[in-house]
């Protein structure tokens, strides 16, 4: 089994900055990537930013500029650093990895529980 932890959330100001991070635990052999994702209230759930193998990177459009993803796979862990950030950037960021577990198991993606960013203008 494997978990995610989100943590870094909160309530911040237009213009100031938060970064999130993510842990991943349990029966891990690898993780081919990591993303997060958000999730504004009444809207589906968007991709942000995805650090695959090899460090490519993709960032959605209205991000760009202004977030950096990274990771850490030494620590299974993943960053999201987020600068400039603007009241539609308020939402529920997931991060989620595709982890080949140790058992000899499928790839499979996990999921975070979420962790709520709030802008205020």
């Known amino acids: 089994q494997v978990q995610l932890v989100e943590s870094g959330g909160g309530l911040v100001q237009t213009g100031e900055s938060l970064k999130l991070s993510c842990a991943a635990s349990?029966?891990?052999?690898?993780?081919?990537?990591m993303g997060w994702y958000r999730q504004a209230p009444g809207k589906q759930r968007e991709l942000v930013a995805r650090?695959?193998?090899?460090?490519?990177?993709n960032y959605a459009d209205s991000v760009k500029g202004r977030f950096t993803i990274s990771r850490d796979n030494a620590k299974n862990s993943g960053y999201l650093q987020m600068n400039s950030l603007k009241p539609e950037d308020t939402g529920v960021y997931y991060c989620?990895?595709?982890?080949?577990?140790?058992?000899?198991?499928?790839?499979?993606?996990?999921w975070g529980q979420g962790t709520q960013v709030t802008v205020s203008s």
């Open positions: 989620n990895a595709d982890v080949l577990p140790s058992d000899g198991g499928l790839l499979t993606r996990y």
């Open positions: 349990g029966s891990i052999s690898s993780i081919n990537g």
């Open positions: 650090i695959r193998n090899g460090g490519i990177i």
